[in-house]
């Protein structure tokens, strides 16, 4: 059987405006059978995300997992309202003590997993990181509390341990 090839996306309101240097799409996996989900919407919104999804779909040791299937609420603390995390990642995998796990990830650059540093003079990129990092702390800790509730693990995963 041949490889399918991913492609891009067909033009969507769901992907919005391009952003400069990000890379989306659609996956198509070799291995439908370990994907929990929807085969045919598998949507990637950028590069680690994709590179994850190759590692998900061929390695031996993963049962199974889902890309934004897992949704926990949290409260953001800009507007103290309750919002919706759809986590990038779920994976069941087999250890090799022979036991399972199973892991929540989420992926990002690691300059989003450190706050951002004060310019001199704060500006608009400044303002939008500082606010991203400030709702991203929350949505870490919910997710945090729900492994930790159901016995899973959560990892953040950067392009440094996928070897960029």
């Known amino acids: 059987m041949r490889a399918r090839e991913v492609h891009e996306p067909k033009p969507s309101p769901k992907f919005g405006p391009k952003q400069h240097g990000t890379r989306r799409g659609f996956f198509v996996p070799n291995n439908a059978a370990k994907y929990e989900g929807d085969v045919n919407n598998i949507v990637y919104r950028s590069k680690i995300e994709l590179r994850l999804m190759k590692y998900l779909d061929s390695h031996p040791s993963v049962l199974s997992w889902s890309s934004e299937e897992t949704i926990i609420p949290y409260v953001s603390p800009l507007d103290k309202r309750v919002h919706r995390y759809?986590?990038?990642?779920?994976?069941?995998?087999?250890?090799?003590?022979?036991?399972?796990?199973?892991?929540?990830?989420?992926?990002?650059?690691?300059?989003?997993?450190?706050?951002?540093?004060?310019?001199?003079?704060?500006?608009?990129?400044?303002?939008?990181?500082?606010?991203?990092?400030?709702?991203?702390?929350?949505?870490?800790?919910?997710?945090?509390?729900?492994?930790?509730?159901?016995?899973?693990?959560?990892?953040?995963?950067?392009?440094?341990?996928?070897?960029?």
């Not at 022979?98 to 450190?114: F, H, M, Q, Y």
């Not at 303002?127 to 800790?141: D, G, M």
């Open 86 to 164: 759809f986590v990038d990642f779920k994976v069941k995998r087999k250890m090799k003590d022979g036991t399972t796990d199973t892991c929540l990830i989420e992926t990002k650059w690691s300059t989003a997993t450190v706050a951002p540093k004060v310019p001199k003079k704060k500006n608009r990129r400044y303002l939008t990181e500082q606010k991203n990092w400030i709702v991203n702390q929350a949505k870490w800790e919910a997710a945090k509390e729900h492994c930790k509730k159901r016995g899973w693990s959560w990892i953040i995963m950067t392009e440094k341990q996928l070897e960029y």
